[in-house]
């Protein structure tokens, strides 16, 4: 059993992803950190962001590479992430990883950009879960001002139509709203609310 959550960023997927995974007892894989490892990886090295050789090669040895959860979840990283994505070498070294764990029983729960479009094309279940970038931004510019940073509406906006933009346009595997996706907008929702509205659709097609 797969269940794919795809989705813009900061539209609430790993909220979703990680409550679906509790609630049927399925493993759980945040596909952005693996994009977020070979961005802070390439980061670290002072080396060119565009770099794709260096990117595939730490993108195929990223098990040898040691990070802590906070220095993933930065912008900084969340900008690189995305711009290694669009390397079509980085995305194939990263896909046999994602398709074994989709594969463990009793289920997974996937969530990224191209889960139900790519990864997992046959996933019983596929979400699609996105808001508006005026609701996103203010999200999480609400998680930033949490854990302290200084950062404004307009940046953290802008940052997010970049991002959007830069997802969406890629030549290999955009992020896009599979065909048989179960689409959920949190643009008006509560956590709880939209927890419990994928949990409806994963339970209905189980
Ligand atoms: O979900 P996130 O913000 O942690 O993802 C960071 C970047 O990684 C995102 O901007 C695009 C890329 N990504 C991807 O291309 N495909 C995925 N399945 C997951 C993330």
Redesign the pocket.
Known sequence: MIIAV?G???AG??TIARALAQHFSYHHL???????RV?LELLKSDGDIHDSRVATAIARNLHAYAWLDYE??TEA???A??I???IPEV?AALLDF?RNFAEQQPGAV??????GT??CPHAEVKLFVTASPEVRAKRRLAELQESGADVSFEAILHDILQ?DE??RN?AV???ACAADAVIIDTSELTTDEAIAAAIRTAGSVR
């Open positions: 795809d813009p960023a900061a997927k790993g945040d596909t952005g950190t693996l994009y977020r961005g993933l979840r990283v969340g900008a992430a995305s290694v994505a669009g995305r994602q996937l969530d990224g950009r191209d889960i790519v990864v991002r830069r997802d890629r595997a955009p992020l």
